[in-house]
Nanobody, 126 residues
Framework: QVQLVESGGGLVQAGGSLRLSCAAS????????AGWFRQAPGKEREFVSG????????LYANSVKGRFTISKDNVKNTVYLQMNSLKPEDTAVYYC???????????????????WGQGTQVTVSS
């Protein structure tokens, strides 16, 4: 079975940066698209960013566009989310996910992702 493990979360001041990593078992990310989602207390899970199976396409939520960058390393079987210019509103638990569908693009619906990590906490202070 596929296992995804996130790391890199923590506490950072507003304006700072963090890089999240998501390591997967097997060859998951060479055969799948990947996405990052986040969930703040009392809020629904929100799409943050996604990258296609071939890494040829990326998609970002408007709230993070220009600040976050998603990338995928098939050799390391790892997906990254570089987060710059962090804001307090970015505070949430961040989850990575794999989309094993045959589509070539990126989808934003969490229902279309097949495997999920356990999440890593990101806290941005004012």
């Amino acid at each position: 079975q596929v296992q995804l493990v996130e790391s890199g979360g923590g506490l950072v001041q507003a304006g700072g940066s963090l890089r999240l990593s998501c390591a997967a078992s097997g060859r998951t990310f060479s055969r799948s698209a990947a996405g990052w989602f986040r969930q703040a207390p009392g809020k629904e899970r929100e799409f943050v960013s996604g990258i296609s199976r071939s890494s040829s396409s990326t998609l970002y939520a408007n709230s993070v566009k220009g600040r976050f960058t998603i990338s995928k390393d098939n050799v390391k079987n790892t997906v990254y989310l570089q987060m710059n210019s962090l804001k307090p509103e970015d505070t949430a638990v961040y989850y990575c996910a794999a989309d094993t569908g045959v589509r070539v693009g990126v989808v934003s619906s969490p229902a279309l992702y097949d495997y999920w990590g356990q999440g890593t906490q990101v806290t941005v202070s004012s």
